[in-house]
């Protein structure tokens, strides 16, 4: 026998514990399922110092903990593992959790995240939350008059290695191509920042240092004859080779922008289903930042609770 909900949300970072806080507080007794990674993206990273009410910073583990505890304490239903996959042809909407269990729901709110690129260096790993980051606006704050480095060569590369330059003493741009690929008017920008220097062709083979990021290897015109290795001496990695939206389950039923980042109607949480919101960074290519995902969590709540007193 199917389990009948109300309200299923999928997901758990601050778009989806916010969003089980106002449907729990509604007496909607919603199901969280939380995912993949439990807390979202934010439990990768390490001090969160931009989220309103935190005057001292917080660990993002620990943000994420207490928002749970929060979701919690109204009644919202927790579970571990994911949903793998779903059937929104008719309502109610069916889903199928990680262990084979079968769900109905009245309402959906999605809010899956969004997953930042990694160039899949071990390093990467080794490093994590000791000077690589995916985030430039979470981190960047703690590299104040240090040296760093961005990779990529697209809007989202040059708009963080401008941010950084506001804050780094100098700030590397690695473009694996002899070009950048971002608009022409953030080209000109990072041309004219005297703490950007641009490496074109240059690829990263890893990074070294004791306890932290001490600085880069790189490989410059790889596989061509004047091929040479270069090392540079940064404090922080910061990568902005794009994110990818985890809603490949949703493919066949919602519309997505050709990266994947679900559609929202006229800028509210609806989608074209009814019944089916969504919230955070699956449907946000343009913010990513917690207090916009928390924010998007409320309003898919508020929505799905309206939609079932309209039925």
């Known amino acids: 026998m199917k389990e009948h909900v109300k309200c299923l949300i999928i997901g758990s970072g601050p778009a989806g514990y916010t969003a089980a806080i106002y449907a729990s507080r509604a007496n909607l007794a919603p199901v969280e399922y939380s995912g993949m990674q ?10 969160v110092e931009n989220f309103p009410g935190y005057p001292e910073g917080v660990m993002g583990q620990q943000m994420m903990d207490d928002l749970r505890q929060q ?18 042809s008719a309502r109610p909407y069916k889903a199928t959790d990680s262990e084979g269990r079968e769900l109905e729901a009245d309402t959906v709110i999605i809010a899956t995240g969004a997953s930042a ?22 981190d960047g704050f703690f590299y104040r008059k240090r040296t760093v480095a ?23 741009l690695i473009v694996r191509k002899p070009y950048l690929r971002a608009s022409k008017v953030m080209q000109q920008r990072v041309m004219d920042t005297e703490n950007i220097e641009i490496l074109f062709e240059h690829n ?41 939206p985890n809603t490949d389950i949703f493919r066949q039923w919602l519309p997505m922008d050709e990266v994947g980042y679900l559609k929202k109607i006229d800028g509210t949480p609806r989608t ?7 919230a955070g960074d699956c449907a946000d290519p343009t ?19 309206r939609f079932l007193l309209g039925q």
């Open 150 to 172: 961005v990779v990529g060569g697209g809007d989202t590369a040059c708009e963080d290695a401008l941010y950084l330059a506001g804050l780094a003493k100098k700030v590397y």
């Open 287 to 305: 913010y990513r930042q917690a207090i916009t995902a928390a924010g998007t969590g409320c309003q898919a709540a508020i929505e799905a609770e």
């Open 117 to 138: 690129k990694y160039l899949g260096l071990e390093d990467e790993k080794k490093y994590a939350g000791l000077g690589v980051s995916a985030c430039a606006t979470c």
């Open 38 to 47: 439990p807390g979202g993206q934010l439990t990768q990273t390490t001090e």
């Open 204 to 244: 990263t083979l890893g990074l070294f240092g004791d306890g932290g990021v001490e600085g880069a290897h790189l490989v410059k015109r790889k596989g061509e004859p004047d091929e040479q290795l270069v090392d540079i001496a940064i404090d922080g990695f910061f990568l902005a080779i794009g994110h990818k």
């Open 71 to 88: 979701a919690l304490r109204f009644g919202a239903d927790i579970r571990d593992g994911e949903i793998v996959e779903v059937d929104f």
């Open 272 to 278: 074209v289903l009814p019944g089916i919101f969504v």
